[in-house]
């Protein structure tokens, strides 16, 4: 019973910390991904809004209908 029990806690706590994190890696900063967005795709902030976390969410598009 005592083995059972450590197996299953150590495997509850694998699959906790094993977990992906929630936030995405970031390629750069603000400044430059629009700069990428309008000098390579000619695409504009279209609209923005704040995510139910507090994120802040931007979509960006462009008159050829990329985004």
């Given at each position: 019973m005592r083995s059972t029990l450590a197996v299953l806690g150590t495997f509850i706590t694998v699959l906790f910390v094993s977990l992906p994190a929630s936030?995405?890696?970031?390629?750069g900063t603000r400044t430059e991904i629009v700069n990428k967005l309008s000098d390579s795709y000619e695409e504009e902030q279209t609209s923005a809004g704040i995510a139910r976390n507090g994120n802040l969410v931007e979509v960006f598009s462009s008159r050829e209908g990329s985004w």
């Open positions: 936030a995405q890696m970031v390629c």
